[in-house]
């Protein structure tokens, strides 16, 4: 008997399930759901027990503890679990100490005596380089003050290789030379533009504005420094967007406003100089609209009369003087009234 087709045998099979398959569609059976993705389920007291051996979180293949889940997975589970979350926090510092306190234990680097070895002018006696610097001897290649110095090459390739050395002479070219071309910025100067709005990452850099790393290192090195950078942000942030509230408003707005919060009883001659510094104020951002203007209006009075009404006594000495009084100034046939 001769065998059929396999060809032909499979094709009556497809058809078959196609069959079964439109009748289901027809006779509305929903769709067979896929099977889902079976994730692994890590133990917490396991990870613990991993941790605390010293397995290594980024062990590649064989050499990773099966206990251990991946970083993303294990902060999923610090995430959920706030407990689990402290265990580990622990246990992952301790590490980090103990590493910091093997890393402290390594023998030196043999390597280490060998660039000691090869440093630049082993013939030349160093100390007493350092000792004719200190006197005065002249490093520079052109200078008739050498007073046999090897090369100024020699001496700066010594001064990168040989770390002793380099603090031995610093401190004197430091006093011949200062500190360098290191440029200094005026702090409150920075911190009054970033209030009115000036923008640090700018490139290039507004007017009056040094760059930003020069900023960024200042803010470093001056903890204070970085706090005033932050609330000067603040401040910008604050006067933009009550110019944002202002400009919704009518072109008059900041003088009607500012003209309506001082009362008339106050002087006619201080009055108008108060409306306009608080005027010009709203119009900056720097007292908004929605303030409290009744305690803005007193400040910029207060600013304007410091000196107007201040009291001073004929008997007082003069101030950047010595011992000379104002009654001093006073002369003994000047017109009384």
Not at 44 to 72: C, F, K, M, T, V
Not at 139 to 152: A, F, I, K, T
Not at 177 to 190: E, K, L
Request: charged content about 35%; proline content about 7%.
């Amino acid at each position: 008997m001769k065998r059929p087709d396999p060809r032909i045998v499979r094709a009556e099979k497809l058809l078959a399930e196609l069959g079964r398959l439109l009748s289901e569609i027809r006779e509305g059976v929903p769709p067979p759901r896929p099977p889902q993705k079976r994730r692994r389920r890590y133990k917490l007291p396991s990870i613990l027990a991993a941790l605390n051996e010293g397995a290594s979180l980024d062990a590649r293949g064989q050499a990773r503890d099966p206990r251990l889940p991946s970083r993303g997975v294990l902060a999923k589970y610090r995430r959920a679990n706030p407990s689990f979350d402290r265990q580990a926090h622990e246990l992952l510092k301790e590490r980090g100490r103990a590493a910091s306190r093997r890393k402290g234990r390594i023998a030196p680097n043999p390597g280490a005596t060998v660039a000691a070895e090869r440093m630049p002018g082993q013939r030349h006696d160093w100390n007493a380089i350092a000792a004719k610097i200190e006197a005065g001897a002249t490093v520079g290649p052109y200078s008739p003050n050498r007073q046999g110095l090897p090369s100024h090459t020699l001496i700066m390739a010594r001064r990168k290789a040989d770390p002793v050395f380099a603090r031995r002479i610093a401190a004197v070219l430091a006093k011949r030379f200062g500190q360098g071309s290191r440029i200094r910025i005026d702090q409150d100067a920075v911190l009054e533009l970033i209030r009115r709005g000036a923008i640090i990452k700018a490139s290039p850099p507004e007017r009056g504005m040094p760059r930003k790393d020069l900023i960024d290192r200042e803010r470093r090195e001056y903890p204070q420094f970085n706090q005033e950078i932050r609330k000067a942000i603040a401040e910008a942030r604050r006067r933009r967007s009550n110019r944002r509230h202002l400009a919704k408003l009518s072109k008059n707005a900041a003088w009607t406003v500012a003209n309506s919060a001082v009362p008339r009883t106050v002087d006619r001659d201080i009055r108008d100089d108060v409306v306009g510094e608080l005027s010009l104020a709203i119009c900056s951002g720097e007292v908004g609209v929605r303030d409290d203007l009744q305690v803005a209006w007193k400040k910029f009075r207060t600013e304007l009369t410091r000196s107007r009404w201040k009291e001073s006594s004929l008997d007082a000495v003069i101030a950047g003087t010595e011992n000379l009084r104002r009654v001093d100034l006073l002369s003994a046939d000047a017109e009384r009234f």
